[in-house]
Antibody
Framework: EEQLVESGGGLVQPGGSLRLSCAAS????????MQWVRQDPGKGLVWVSRINSEGSTTSYADSVKGRFTISRDNAKNMLFLQMNNLRPEDTAVYYC???????????????WGRGTLVTVSS | SYELTQAPSVSVAPGKTASITCGGDNIGSKSVHWYQQKSGQAPALVMY???DRPSGIPERFSGSNSGNTATLTISRVEAGDEADYYC???????????FGGGTKLTVL
């Protein structure tokens, strides 16, 4: 069964750091672009970051650029999100998401983890 | 940046047809994808490239996209279809995905 399992969420003070992890199983992880998408409590979906299959190219939403770093370990089938200088507005459920598509037609998200809650509060 | 507009809520009686729309400037020229999020669960893909259904999604779900509106249609609605539905497209200029604000489907 194809599966993504996030971990690492929790309560952190403003200005603090957290590292989210995502364990992939049941599919060839190294073949897929991976993303992080977050959802504020009771609100909609917001894309956070993307990394290509090799880990050589990354992209970030403007709201997290310079504070978050996405990375992956294909040997261990793991995706990571290092979050620094956290702000209260970063409070959300963070989903690990598999992307699929083409450069010409764009990308969609065909496999989602269950999410991990990050709460930034003093 | 590109914006996708969804009505906050849609209500439909069981057995009837629900139409959930996603508006955007000339959205018909772009590929639109749809996600279903049931209460307390993660989103799940229900339609991609406007009208293609992932395996396991019932034929009751269909999609279309033309002009300034993309539509997810659910025929013979069941209680289990009650969920939030989000549309998504890929903004080529920024190379980022864009999500609509979501529509809550209530089955009366």
């Amino acid at each position: 069964e194809e599966q993504l399992v996030e971990s690492g969420g929790g309560l952190v003070q403003p200005g603090g750091s957290l590292r989210l992890s995502c364990a992939a199983s049941g599919f060839m992880f190294s073949s897929y672009w991976m993303q992080w998408v977050r959802q504020d409590p009771g609100k909609g979906l917001v894309w956070v970051s993307r990394i290509n299959s090799e880990g050589s190219t990354t992209s970030y939403a403007d709201s997290v650029k310079g504070r978050f770093t996405i990375s992956r370990d294909n040997a261990k089938n793991m995706l990571f999100l290092q979050m620094n200088n956290l702000r209260p507005e970063d409070t959300a459920v963070y989903y690990c998401v598999r992307g699929w598509g083409t450069i010409s037609l764009g990308w969609y998200f065909d496999l989602w983890g269950r999410g991990t809650l990050v709460t930034v509060s003093s | 940046s590109y914006e996708l507009t969804q009505a906050p809520s849609v209500s439909v009686a069981p057995g009837k047809t629900a139409s959930i729309t996603c508006g955007g400037d000339n959205i018909g020229s772009k590929s639109v994808h749809w996600y279903q999020q049931k209460s307390g669960q993660a989103p799940a893909l229900v339609m991609y490239y406007d009208k293609d259904r992932p395996s396991g999604i019932p034929e009751r779900f269909s999609g279309s996209n033309s002009g300034n509106t993309a539509t997810l249609t659910i025929s013979r609605v069941e209680a289990g279809d009650e969920a939030d539905y989000y549309c998504q497209m890929w903004e080529s200029s920024s190379d980022h995905p864009v999500f609509g604000g979501g529509t809550k489907l209530t089955v009366l």
